[in-house]
Structure formats: structure tokens, C-alpha cells
């Protein structure tokens, strides 16, 4: 006991991997309950840079154990390549160390040909999706037709499943979309592949947490994703395919609501977002380049899987109390506070101005929000450099103020503030 959980507060890439990098230190277990490669976790250790997509970050903590949970979805090909990566690096990633459920779905090429040809086809009604066959794989997985990575022990069983289910989607590829068909004797044997190197990982996920669990060892459930990414809860239709709120660690890694501990909401200092939606308090200009940096600095506001530039804003206050309803949210955690550093004056959204009424919360329909206009607080800024700081008392007193008006109007603590991606750049309130 008990399990913890780092939650997504905004639009993703809030720092959850950097943040779990921290908590990790004091867990016994890591495990990822939803999402896929569609993540992109960077964790700063030392200098040295580690980005992770699919293996929890907490497998740069030799101590601790990785649990890939069922409530994501696996491309094969992609783990499989950044264990090597890790290895090279020096980092075990046996099966003592990763283990995968074996109900967890898994991603095949179909997928990301279906993904590819979907946005096509939505045209300038695009989603901006990862393309890594996220969405086509939880379809599968809702429609009931999906494969799981409990065929890793099974190697016929794969191979007639592999087929029947390339076969399937090449009617829909080549039929529906105009695509190309994809060669159902290659996967197969690539698949046949990869189950030879993972089986070995597979465990069952609920059976080994809820033993652990039992045994008073430590669990941390790191988010992919964030509250506005999620299926029901955010800006719908420009979502994941997931929950990434705290609901689906529940489901996504079968255990139950009386073994959490911490809910933990991570959010930046800012907000940013990729890919399509509304966006309220979204700038442009001459701001929008400073918070999103020109891209010469690792942390600057560019996609760890895609590359794409992010979009960003102010705070959004409206945002962190609907994720603090959503998740339960114990407390937060803000990073990238060093980024306002040196502007004059920096702008929280605490409320929306919609026809004409000032509104507290998000409206849940996209044609409301894309006419909600920010409210704006405010507050005076600093100028001091803070990424060396490390004590609450020693941040400039406006920035201290800035943690406490966001505790204040979200009604949780600010239990800790990230002034840089390394270990040690934090502050504990
Ligand atoms: P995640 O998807 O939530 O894990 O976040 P990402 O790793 O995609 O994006 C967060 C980026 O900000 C990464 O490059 C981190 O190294 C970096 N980062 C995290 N916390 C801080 C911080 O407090 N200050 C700065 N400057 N960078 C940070
Ligand atoms: P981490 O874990 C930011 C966004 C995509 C797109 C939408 C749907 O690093 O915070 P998908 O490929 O999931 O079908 O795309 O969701 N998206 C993310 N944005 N961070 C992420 O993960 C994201 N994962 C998906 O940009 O708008
Ligand atoms: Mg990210």
C-alpha cells in the first residue's frame, strides 16, 4: 500500500515523466495504465537525457519495476526498440524489471495505416493525432476484435490472428480508404518475432499488483496523456482514444479505488497543446514565441514524439478545477516555473466570458468553448533566474505569490514546483 498517481492536469506534456523520475525514487513498482507510444516522457538524470514512449519512467531507478498495464495499447516494434535503446545505455530491462499484461492490446501496422488514412480523410477537420495507430487500436479493442499480448505465448494462435486481422483491415484500407494493402506473411512473421522477445515479460497485471500491493510494496501509476486528452472528459472529438484521468488507472491497471493514496495533478506553469481544439487562453505572437522557446533548448515547447511545435498560452485556472473535480486531485505539482521568469507581468485565465455571462467552468461542447473568451488575473512577474533555487522561501516573493493564487483558486496544495528538467531542480512546499 498504497498506489499513487501522477495524473496529466492540462493537455499532456506537463512533465509527468520528469515528475515520476522524482517520485519513483520512493516506489517500489511504475506502471503505465493507458496510452501508447502516442507519449513522449523526457527524464533529465545527471545531464543525460532519457525519452520513453511506451517503458515507464521508472525504469532509470534500478530498484524499481515496470509494469506495462492492460489500459494500454503496445506497439511491439516500438518497445522492443526502446528497451534496446535502454540497454545500450545500461539499463536492465529484463523481465525482473518490465513486465507487460497480458491482456494489455496490442498496435500492429493496420492500425497505424488506418490512422494515417483517417486523418487524411478528416482534412482540415484533422484531429492532429500521433499517427501511431492509437485510435484504430482502442477501436479494435471496444469493438472486440483486438489482439492481446497474451498471444506472445501462443505462437499459432498469433500467427492465425495476425492474418485474419491484416486480411480485415485490408479491405477497409484498400476498399474505404484507396490505400495499400499491407502483406499479412510479413507481420505475422515480425510479430512471431517479437513474441519470442517478450513473452517472457507477460504477467498477470491485477494478479501481480494486487499481490504487491498486499505485501506493502509501493505503486506509482504514471499518466500518459492529460485531463483534456481524455475520451469523455476532454475537448471531444480533438482527444486520445483513452482515460488518462484517474478513473483509468483503476481500469487500465485492475485494482481497486481503496488502495489509492496520492492523486497527483501535474500542470505547467503555462499551458500548452498539440494538435487540433479550442484552446482558450492560447496566444500568439510575440508571447507565444517566448514561452514556447525557438527549439535550441532541450525543455522548449516541441513534441517529444512528433516534433511538432506546441501551442501555448497562460495558465488556465478553469482547466486545473475541472481537472481537480475529474481526477480527485490530491495536490499539485507545477513545473516549468523557471520558463515565466523575467516577464513584467504574467496573465492567469480564472474564468470564461460566454454570451455574454462570466462562466467558473468548462463547458463540455466544442462549439461553446471555442466561444469562451479568457478572463484574465493579473499578477506581477519576476526577473531572477530560478532554476538554481531550492527552497520556497528563496523564490522572488511574486513567484511565491504565483504558487499560492493557484492553491488558492483551485482549492489544493501546490506541493511541489519544478524550476528545471533535472532531478534536483525542484522545490518541496
Ligand atoms: P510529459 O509528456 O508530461 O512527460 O512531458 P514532456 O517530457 O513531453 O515535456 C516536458 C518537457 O519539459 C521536457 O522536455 C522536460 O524535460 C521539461 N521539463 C520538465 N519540468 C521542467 C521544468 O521545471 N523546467 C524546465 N525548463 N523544463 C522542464
Ligand atoms: P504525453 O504523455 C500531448 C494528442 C495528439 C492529438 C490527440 C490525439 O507525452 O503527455 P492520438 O495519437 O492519441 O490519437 O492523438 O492527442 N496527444 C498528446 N499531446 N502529449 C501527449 O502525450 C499526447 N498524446 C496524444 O497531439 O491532439
Ligand atoms: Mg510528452
Not at 538524470?45 to 515507464?56: D, M, R, S, T, Y
Request: proline fraction near 5%; hydrophobic fraction near 40%.
Amino acid at each position: 500500500m498504497p498506489l499513487d498517481m501522477i495524473i496529466g492536469a492540462q493537455w499532456g506534456d506537463e512533465g509527468k515523466g520528469r515528475v515520476t523520475d522524482l517520485l519513483a525514487a520512493q516506489a517500489d513498482i511504475v506502471a503505465r495504465y493507458s496510452g501508447g507510444d502516442n507519449a513522449g516522457h523526457t527524464v533529465t538524470v545527471k545531464g543525460e537525457i532519457f525519452k520513453l514512449h511506451l517503458i515507464p519512467s521508472g525504469i532509470i531507478h534500478p530498484n524499481v519495476t515496470c509494469l506495462i498495464g492492460n489500459g494500454v495499447v503496445l506497439n511491439p516494434a516500438v518497445l522492443l526498440r526502446e528497451m534496446a535503446s535502454l540497454a545500450e545505455r545500461g539499463i536492465d530491462v529484463g523481465p525482473d524489471r518490465l513486465k507487460i499484461s497480458r491482456n494489455t492490446h496490442l498496435i500492429t501496422p493496420a492500425h497505424i495505416a488506418l490512422d494515417k488514412a483517417k486523418e487524411t480523410r478528416r482534412g482540415s477537420e484533422a484531429i492532429g493525432t500521433t499517427l501511431r495507430g492509437i485510435g484504430p487500436a482502442y477501436t479494435d479493442k471496444t469493438e472486440r476484435t483486438g489482439l492481446r499480448a497474451e498471444l506472445f505465448a501462443n505462437p499459432e494462435e498469433l500467427a492465425d490472428q495476425i492474418q485474419a486481422h491484416i486480411t480485415a483491415k485490408n479491405e477497409v484500407l484498400t476498399k474505404i480508404y484507396g490505400a495499400e494493402p499491407l502483406d499479412a506473411d510479413v507481420v505475422a512473421a515480425e510479430y512471431a518475432q517479437f513474441a519470442q522477445h517478450l513473452r517472457d515479460h507477460l504477467v498477470y497485471g491485477s494478479v501481480y499488483l494486487h499481490e504487491a500491493l498486499q505485501n506493502g510494496r509501493s505503486v506509482l501509476a504514471e499518466g500518459a496523456q492529460g485531463t483534456f486528452l481524455d475520451l469523455d472528459h476532454g475537448t471531444y472529438p480533438f482527444v486520445t482514444s483513452s482515460a488518462p484521468t484517474s478513473g483509468g488507472v483503476l481500469v487500465g491497471l485492475g485494482v481497486g479505488p481503496r488502495m489509492i493514496g496520492r492523486i497527483i495533478g501535474i500542470a505547467k506553469a503555462f499551458t500548452s497543446r498539440v494538435g487540433g481544439g479550442p484552446f482558450p487562453s492560447e496566444l500568439d505572437g510575440e508571447m507565444a514565441h517566448r514561452l514556447r522557446g525557438t527549439g535550441d533548448k532541450p525543455w522548449d515547447e516541441y513534441g517529444t514524439t512528433t516534433g511538432r511545435p506546441r501551442r501555448v498560452g497562460w495558465l488556465d485556472l478553469v482547466m486545473l478545477r475541472h481537472a481537480v473535480r475529474i481526477n480527485g486531485l490530491t495536490e499539485l505539482v507545477i513545473t516549468k516555473l523557471d520558463i515565466l521568469s523575467g516577464l513584467d507581468e504574467i496573465q492567469v485565465c480564472n474564468a470564461y466570458r460566454l454570451d455574454g455571462e462570466t462562466i467558473d467552468f468548462y463547458p463540455s461542447d466544442i462549439p461553446s468553448l471555442s466561444r469562451c473568451q479568457p478572463v484574465y488575473n493579473t499578477l506581477p512577474g519576476w526577473q531572477e533566474d530560478i532554476m538554481a533555487t531550492r527552497q520556497l522561501a528563496d523564490l522572488p516573493q511574486n513567484a511565491q505569490n504565483y504558487i499560492q493564487f493557484i492553491t488558492d483558486e483551485t482549492g489544493v496544495p501546490v506541493t511541489a514546483v519544478s524550476v528545471g528538467p533535472g532531478r534536483s531542480q525542484v522545490i518541496h512546499l
